[in-house]
């Protein structure tokens, strides 16, 4: 059926026929009577009228959905007539255009600002277009002033900085899986602990951003920035081999407002662990303040549950410097507690968390923002432990420890740890692919440099 000009494409008779079943006393003739005198362009003007009915009690207030239903539209189209007290037709705009002058004016303006470092994404452009002419323009705006002008302007992608990796050594691989054999073979599951950090800045761990740049820099990868001031904060997880999670660890760049963060259901203490730091980054202090408060007793706890006092406790962490400082391994010595790392640069492939929990966490994070760049530092941490506890599922967690060698037995008695040294092997091969292997080492020193340890680094602290 063909659309007329002035009348309505849809049945109103068949639409008030829906209204019967739903209102007992519902006078059909009548309201069909004062609709026919009216003229509507569209259903949307015909839903309008219908709510214009039911504030004056020609009808009872329905349900959105059943009312959308009998008019045959969708629940959105009844909740904009519903809030909306006038419908005023908003007139064109006499002039949407910019001059050749006021354009030039913009990309001077555009110009200053690309040379002092910042990056001129598609809204910074509109508000820019918008305080030369006074009023608004499209959100399109961009595409047309880079048409008009393809010589002084151009769009780029800025993507999230990667920095390049140091190559591994092979022999340092085989030599940490043995180091895991000989800690870890046949140990009650319960007493290994892994822990590793996740940052999160708003702009450089979001999706990569479209940029307007002036033709004169060229064309050199342009990269989000990390020294920005927007909230950032960086979370400490903490997973057992039996398949359990600590309550995320948030290191909150200053200044930490603790009563926001409770009221929006974050509390300290409860669900959650705020502290604070001039860079949202973990420092030795903020560590020993985690092994105080949730680590240290986590072993102490599992030591009386399985009545086994003398039993030792191992956590596997990476060689951050924060996380291996002479009075962290001091403390971990005298609570019985081996800090085992894995070789250097190769965090990355055998980290327990990195192979599969935080890449999940990543997603369900995205997910759960969207598109919302501008949240405030409890908004943002609130996703991130919603996101945190989607990831963080007994699947995810064994698979993660299986991918890296460290495998459950299940027997009668207890669940004790297998290191499965065949895993290495395709961990190592996927090093190879990724062209940072070093197989040979060569025996002439060009360079001196500090060897860096791994393995057990307290060993020699502890009662062995």
Do not use: W
Request: hydrophobic share 35%; with cysteine; net charge positive.
């Amino acid at each position: 059926m063909l659309k007329q000009k002035g009348k309505p494409n849809f049945d109103i008779s068949r639409i008030l026929s829906n209204f019967e079943p739903h209102i007992p006393t519902f006078d059909y003739n009548g309201l069909e009577e004062k609709l026919a005198k009216m003229e509507f362009k569209s259903k949307d003007e015909f839903i309008r009228q219908i709510v214009a009915f039911e504030k004056v009690k020609m009808l009872p207030v329905l349900p959105g959905i059943l009312l959308a239903r009998i008019c045959q539209s969708q629940p959105a189209a009844i909740s904009r007539a519903r809030q909306k007290s006038g419908y005023k037709k908003v007139e064109a705009k006499s002039n949407c255009s910019l001059s050749p002058d006021q354009e030039s004016r913009v990309i001077q303006a555009l110009s200053e600002r690309s040379q002092s470092g910042e990056l001129i994404s598609p809204v910074k452009l509109r508000e820019e277009a918008q305080k030369v002419v006074g009023h608004t323009v499209g959100h399109s705006y961009h595409k047309t002033l880079l048409s008009h002008h393809p010589d002084e302007l151009q769009q780029q992608t800025a993507t999230k900085r990667v920095f390049k990796r140091m190559k591994v050594k092979e022999q340092d691989m085989n030599d940490y899986s043995t180091i895991l054999e000989q800690r870890l073979e046949g140990v009650n599951v319960y007493f290994i602990l892994h822990l590793d950090e996740s940052g999160y800045q708003a702009y450089s761990d979001t999706k990569d951003q479209i940029i307007i740049t002036p033709k004169s820099q060229g064309t050199a990868p342009a990269h989000i920035p990390v020294d920005r001031g927007e909230p950032r904060f960086s979370l400490l997880a903490a997973i057992t081999m039996a398949l359990e999670h600590f309550i995320p660890f948030y290191v909150i760049r200053k200044p930490l407002d603790k009563e926001k963060f409770r009221q929006i259901g974050l509390e300290h203490g409860r669900n959650c662990y705020l502290v604070e730091s001039n860079k949202s980054t973990m420092t030795a202090e903020l560590f020993i303040e985690f092994l105080n408060s949730c680590a240290i007793p986590y072993f102490t706890k599992i030591r009386e549950d399985f009545e086994t006092p003398g039993q030792r406790g191992y956590i596997l962490s990476d060689g951050c410097p924060s996380h291996t400082t002479v009075a962290i391994r001091e403390l971990l010595a005298q609570h019985n507690i081996a800090l085992i790392t894995p070789p250097p640069n190769a965090t990355h492939y055998i980290q327990v968390l990195d192979i599969g929990v935080f890449a999940s966490y990543k997603h369900h994070f995205q997910q759960l923002r969207g598109n919302q760049y501008h949240d405030t530092i409890e908004d943002i941490v609130k996703l991130s432990a919603s996101a945190y506890q989607m990831c963080t599922t007994e699947v995810t967690i064994e698979n993660s420890f299986r991918k890296t060698g460290l495998e459950i037995r299940r027997d009668r008695e207890q669940f004790t740890a297998h290191v499965n040294k065949n895993a290495f092997s395709p961990i190592i091969e996927h090093i190879r692919r990724d062209g940072k292997l070093a197989t040979n080492v060569g025996s002439k020193i060009t360079r001196k440099r500090r060897e860096t340890d791994f393995g057990v680094l307290n060993c020699e602290l502890l009662d062995d």
